[in-house]
């Protein structure tokens, strides 16, 4: 029997640090319907997903959180476009399986996908056995193309395709504050919020209350509320605005450890979701809800819908510094967002 599910784990997510012999784990789970390597660095990835595609496995698994997902994502679409263009054929994706214990694990949730790796193989492998294929639910993607410093008028050399972007502001530089913590998870998230909103609404009451704070808060809180400053145009219109509290983009809906909601007109692929907002000190703590419940952000300089194609620059003398699925990238000057292939992803 041919092997139908390819399975790429990495001993670097939080999840798999501590376990010693988890490609063997994974090998003797799967059994000969699958294929299992583990990848220590991005650039194994390919190499791996090239004897998925060769071996055909209808399904590609990934053992790690969000950001091991988003390598498979970007490295599978470099290796399908590029075995399209030899073929002459068109590209054609297998199923995207992402697995649960990584940091926040927002493709699962969204599919509704439960359980470890373990689970998860053992029912896939099972039905696969039985002659049956688990439902499949659409996710839609994103393409990110862009530009670094000094080649801003060459062609791009950034492209990524991922589900989810911070790309400035409060939501970009949350996820900095984040991944300081050395075992990040929804009370990281807690923290971080925390802090950041206590500094703010101490610094309201005037300087001398604020200088009480820890300089943890004060730090984290300063960090979280430095505006991002750049351009931002959503088809084909150039919003007035300059400087923006955060600026983020979604093409799936997001739940956040439980505690932060976003991206709701993103439920369905083909259509993108951004929000860049501009809010007053008033909207700041006005909007405090709206983070919780993902309803429509309050204020008079923002945008807050959905989109289909963006384009973003930083202004002169600055970067931009998007964080895509929880990986962080630096140093760009301007980025071309749309709609990427919507995935297969079965729920299990």
Same mark, same amino acid.
């Given at each position: ?22 490609? &063997? ?40 959180? !969000? ?37 926040? !694990? ?29 439902? &499949? ?85 300063? &960090? ?43 439920? !369905? ?27 429509? &952000? ?26 895509? !699925? ?23």
């Amino acid at each position: 029997m041919p092997p139908r599910i390819g399975v790429i784990t990495n001993p670097n997510s939080k999840k798999n640090r501590c376990r010693q012999g988890r490609r &063997a784990e994974l090998t003797r789970i799967v059994g000969p319907l699958g294929v299992v390597r583990q990848t220590s660095e991005v650039g194994e990835i390919s190499d791996a997903l090239a004897e998925f595609i060769d071996a055909g496995c209808e399904y590609w698994v990934s053992d790690g959180g !969000d950001g091991a997902l988003h390598w498979m994502l970007t490295c599978g679409d470099q290796m399908l476009r590029g075995r399209a263009a030899e073929s002459g054929n068109g590209v054609v994706w297998p199923s995207l399986v992402p697995t649960n214990g990584g940091t926040i !694990d927002f493709v699962a949730a969204k599919v509704g996908i439960h359980g470890r790796a373990e689970k998860i193989l053992t029912v896939l492998r099972h039905a696969l056995e039985h002659g049956k294929r688990p439902e &499949a639910v659409p996710v839609g993607t994103l393409r990110m193309v862009g530009w670094p410093r000094g080649a801003e008028s060459g062609a791009p050399n950034f492209e990524r395709l991922g589900f989810a972007s911070a790309i400035g502001g409060t939501a970009q530089r949350f996820f900095e504050q984040y991944y300081e913590d050395r075992d990040p998870g929804p009370a990281t998230i807690m923290r971080v919020l925390t802090f950041g909103f206590a500094g703010y609404f101490a610094g309201l009451l005037g300087d001398k209350p604020r200088s009480l704070l820890p300089t943890g808060v004060r730090r984290v809180s300063d &960090a979280l509320f430095e505006p991002a400053r750049m351009t931002v145009e959503v088809d084909g219109r150039v919003l007035p605005q300059k400087e923006f509290t955060t600026v983020q983009v979604g093409a799936v809906d997001i739940n956040l450890g439980h505690v932060v909601r976003t991206f709701r007109f993103a439920k !369905d692929p083909g259509r993108l979701h951004l929000q860049a907002l501009a809010f007053s000190t008033s909207e700041i703590v006005a909007n405090l809800p709206t983070i919780v419940t993902g309803s429509p &952000a309050i204020g008079r300089n923002l945008y807050d819908g959905p989109a289909r194609e963006i384009r973003v620059r930083a202004l002169e003398g600055r970067a931009l510094d998007p964080v895509i !699925d929880g990986e962080c990238f630096n140093d760009l000057v301007a980025l071309h967002i749309k709609c990427g292939p919507t995935i297969s992803v079965p729920r299990i």
